[in-house]
């Protein structure tokens, strides 16, 4: 059984900073990615971001490399999406998923960066 | 990017049709997709991972096929908690990309 919980959504004028954050809460813990994907009211899913399990090795979109930071703190099971510079299109509900394992020590590309479990999401509104 | 092509982008069905979702992918992504039921103002529930591999706790109405660039999904006698917005999603090469989803509709 695992729990993925997000918080820090909020509205926020464009320009500014944002910093979400998601707890994984596992009873057995695993090495694991987490990732954040997002969608825009009435939108699809966009993936944003993911980090391995030691937190060394880290992908973006296109849409907010530059901008976005995705951290954790593994001992802490927690997870962050640092939000800079925020524009109107980056308004959308933030999901934290897991993935199946650790893309870090994969043995071939496309290997646990899956999306398994998905928390119920926190919204984010950039508006002036 | 590889780019995952959805069809049909809606569908009306009744209770016990079969039903059929396909993704494309722009390049071989091998089995590496999964797919996902979404119901309003919910988190999205992967079906299927593996392009064909039930998610535990799924019901086994659903199946998943395919591999390289052609995939399905097969919800074999539809149920009314099945009516929602399905989509896949490509793990094979960074970005991750979804289809741009199927809603699922009651006739």
């Known amino acids: 059984q695992v729990q993925v919980v997000e918080s820090g959504g909020g509205v926020v004028q464009p320009g500014r900073s944002l910093r979400l954050s998601c707890t994984v809460s596992r009873v057995t813990l695993r090495p694991e990615g987490i990732h954040w994907v997002r969608q825009a009211p009435g939108k699809g899913l966009e993936w944003v971001a993911i980090i391995s399990y030691d937190g060394r090795h880290r992908y973006y979109a296109d849409s907010v490399k530059g901008r976005f930071t995705i951290s954790r703190d593994t001992p802490k099971n927690v997870l962050f999406l640092h939000m800079n510079t925020l524009r109107t299109e980056d308004t959308a509900v933030y999901y934290c998923?897991?993935?199946?394992?650790?893309?870090?020590?994969?043995?071939?590309?496309?290997?646990?960066?899956?999306?398994?479990?998905w928390g119920n999401g926190t919204t984010v509104t950039v508006s002036s | 990017d590889v780019q995952m092509t959805q069809s049909p982008s809606s569908l009306s069905a009744s209770v016990g049709d079969r039903v059929t979702i396909t993704c494309r992918a722009s390049?071989?992504?091998?089995?590496?997709l999964g797919w996902y039921q979404q119901k309003p103002g919910k988190a999205p529930k992967r079906l299927i991972y593996a392009a064909s591999s039930l998610q535990s706790g799924v019901p086994s109405r659903f199946s998943g096929s395919g591999s390289g660039t052609e995939f399905t999904l097969t919800i074999g006698s539809l149920q009314p908690e099945d009516f929602a917005t399905y989509f896949c999603?490509?793990?094979?090469?960074?970005?991750?990309?979804f289809g741009g989803g199927t809603r699922l509709e009651i006739k």
């Open positions: 998923a897991t993935s199946s394992g650790d893309f870090a020590s994969a043995p071939s590309r496309g290997f646990f960066n899956d999306i398994d479990v």
């Open positions: 999603l490509q793990h094979n090469t960074y970005p991750l990309t």
């Open positions: 390049q071989d992504i091998r089995n590496d």
